[in-house]
């Protein structure tokens, strides 16, 4: 409801604004920039043969761009600059009130314009049209991309093993090295210190006995 209610309000302003500067610069066009340049020279203006141009042009165009909604934050910004130049050069000494040569005017129509440079003009124009356009056009768009990435017999994106831009990481990549064998503890020998085992006993038999022992071969050593 609200962005309804500006949406209105901003096309009345718009309207009523871009007809006043329109008349401007149509005034302007119809004296001559000649004529437009001599008097903005009179006033003291610098570069008044360029400054008259600009102010002809930005004030026309920029009147006919505001009717009809088109580059509404731009020309806000080309108003702006206009109004604070005729606020500078012409009206600054002469007061507030526009029966004495004050600024009221140009102030009153160059603060719209910054209202226009940061608010825009609403959705009730050629801007909003065009981005309306263009918004369906991407929501279009990125819906088909959606709908193809489902799609039966699409490929699933293949997990990274990089880690996100957040700190997060994502599922690795299996490694192509290949896995060590495990570790088998070595089995103990079947001697161990302080076990006596057969030709031990034959041995301690045969002493007891006095009879020679029997003849061994060594073992075989490694």
């Known amino acids: 409801m609200k962005r309804a209610v500006f949406d209105v309000a901003a096309l009345i302003a718009r309207v009523a604004i ?40 930005v004030e026309t165009v920029g009147g006919l761009f505001l009717i009809l909604g088109l580059l509404v934050r731009l020309v806000g910004l080309l108003l702006l600059l206009d109004m604070l130049g005729a606020i500078a050069f012409m009206h600054a000494g002469h007061g507030v009130l526009a029966i004495t040569g004050g600024w009221e005017l140009p102030g009153a129509l160059g603060a719209l314009g910054l209202l226009f440079l940061a608010l825009g003009g609403g959705r009730i124009g050629l801007d909003g049209l065009f981005g309306a356009m263009f918004r369906r056009r991407g929501e279009r768009r990125a819906a088909e991309e959606e709908l193809a990435a489902y799609a039966p017999g699409a490929r699933p994106p293949e997990p990274s093993n990089v880690t996100t831009m957040t700190g997060g990481p994502t599922t690795p990549m299996a490694s192509k090295e290949p896995a060590e064998a495990p570790r088998v503890p070595r089995q103990p020998s079947e001697r161990r210190a302080g076990m006596i085992n057969d030709d031990d006993m034959r041995d301690i038999d045969a002493l007891v006995s006095d009879e020679p022992p029997p003849h061994r071969k060594p073992p075989n050593r490694e």
């Not at 004529?35 to 009179?42: D, E, K, N, S, Y």
């Open 18 to 57: 871009g007809v006043i500067f329109l008349a401007h610069g149509l005034q302007k066009w119809s004296s001559g920039l000649p004529a437009v340049g001599q008097a903005f020279r009179g006033v003291g203006i610098p570069m008044p043969e360029l400054t008259s141009a600009y102010a002809t042009v």
